[in-house]
T-cell receptor, first 115, second 112 residues
């Protein structure tokens, strides 16, 4: 149980393109989803906390207009990287929790490469 | 601001050894602590979750302990195997706001 699906797993696109990443909880309802960014050999950097039906809470230094997060249902959150540039290339991972303080369950991540 | 430190950063051991990975955090007002495993290029797999009121959790060859007052947790891996090779991350969930903070991880290699 507690499976989180993240799609796509790999994206390569040109600079200026907007890219949407989906995070779905397949067998449970997620009140909260977290979006992380991970650089090579680095830990996970929390970008934002997404609660169903409300606006995402962004961490300091993360541009809201650059990284659009939508959490329209209890099983789906999306992260859209708008007008992506090479410096946005990274590994993006989402996690989902069933309730406050519950275990995080992670997707397999999305590797984004901007040319 | 919560800071999470993991020691050692890297570890290479022969198969069969018992291992201890360390995680320390600066703010003891946590809700829980979770240990994860990450394989290269993959997401995270949850290993153990310890609530703030608990002292330890066990799953198979893994045992995690928590000393909240001193801001420490250890992950004990018994009889290590090559398949245990991965990066191990700990994350503390802040009490109240339920925001997670991760350590940088311990990169483990178990060689045959």
């Amino acid at each position: 149980g507690a499976v989180v699906s993240q799609h796509p797993s790999w994206v390569i696109c040109k600079s200026g393109t907007s890219v949407k990443i989906e995070c779905r909880s397949l067998d449970f309802q997620a009140t909260t989803m977290f979006w992380y960014r991970q650089f090579p050999k680095q830990s996970l950097m929390l970008m934002a906390t997404s609660n169903e039906g409300s606006k995402a809470t962004y961490e300091q230094g993360v541009e809201k207009d650059k990284f659009l997060i939508n959490h329209a249902s209890l099983t789906l959150s999306t992260l859209t990287v708008t007008s992506a540039h090479p410096e946005d290339s990274s590994f993006y991972i989402c996690s989902a929790v069933q309730g406050n303080g519950q275990p995080q369950h992670f997707g397999d991540g999305t590797r984004l490469s901007i040319l | 601001k919560q800071e999470v430190t993991q020691i050692p950063a890297a570890l290479s051991v022969p198969e069969g050894e018992n291992l201890v990975l360390n995680c320390s955090f600066t703010d003891s007002a946590i809700y829980n602590l979770q240990w994860f495993r990450q394989d290269p290029g993959k997401g995270l797999t949850s290993l153990l979750l310890i609530q703030s009121s608990q002292r330890e959790q066990t799953s198979g060859r893994l045992n995690a302990s928590l000393d909240k007052s001193s801001g420490r947790s250890t992950l004990y891996i018994a009889a290590s195997q090559p398949g245990d090779s991965a990066t191990y991350l700990c994350a503390v969930m802040r009490g109240g706001s339920y925001i997670p903070t991760f350590g940088r991880g311990t990169s483990l290699i178990v060689h045959p």
